[in-house]
């Protein structure tokens, strides 16, 4: 199988997908070792670590961290590389799978504001269409960031799940909702985790089948560091 063909299949096996977000080498290499399956970057985590805000990284450096991740590693990986950064479908796929990557998140808002489902189930049509099964497509759903509702949710999921994407990624959706979005839409639906909650359990047991955890686990560290570092120098 390749390596698509691998990670597609971890969507609809028996157990869920957990995906702790990695940063870099180091940290894809240490979640390989811990025996998960895939790698999933963070587009968050990977713009900090190279001097970006999140949302603020040129595309050509987000694809040249994505290439030395997928490098490092011999499993799967799927990288988060936000809207496109506004690249046609054919360029945004050949510069995806030159990097290594055999799948990606693409979120429906930009600048904060959601893209008209229509016009972004297009642009998953025309993705699928240049990658064939060489990519495993991760359609976020920004509706719960934006102030949404559970029947826009529904409404994106199901038009984005036509379009051909493999997943379908509410972020942010309230646990208490996972279970009629994932009756509604259909499919491997992807739900956020984080070290504070909701926990990978919570979430599969209202339907999730891939697990994330976006920027959280970077953070979460981040956060020890914060409180090491007063007592180094004590």
Known sequence: MSKAEQFRALHHAPTPLVLPNAWDPVSARIVADAGYPAIATSSGAVARVIGYDDGRTPPAEMF???????????????????????????EFVERLLDSGAVGCNLEDSVGGRLVEPARQAEYLV???????????????????????DVADAI???RQYRRAGADCVYPIFAPVEVLAELKQQIGGPLNAHADP???????????????ISFGTSVHNHLMGVLRELLPKLGA
């Open 196 to 210: 504070a909650g909701p926990t990978t359990p919570e979430l599969v047991e209202q339907g999730a089948t891939r």
């Open 64 to 90: 040249a961290a994505v290439a030395r991740i997928a490098r490092a590693v011999d499993v799967p990986v799927t990288a988060d590389l936000e809207a496109g950064y506004g690249l046609d479908p054919k």
């Open 155 to 157: 409404e994106r999921g």
């Open 126 to 148: 025309e993705v699928r269409a240049a990658a064939g099964a060489d990519l495993v497509v991760n359609a976020r759903i920004d509706t719960f960031l934006a102030g949404g």
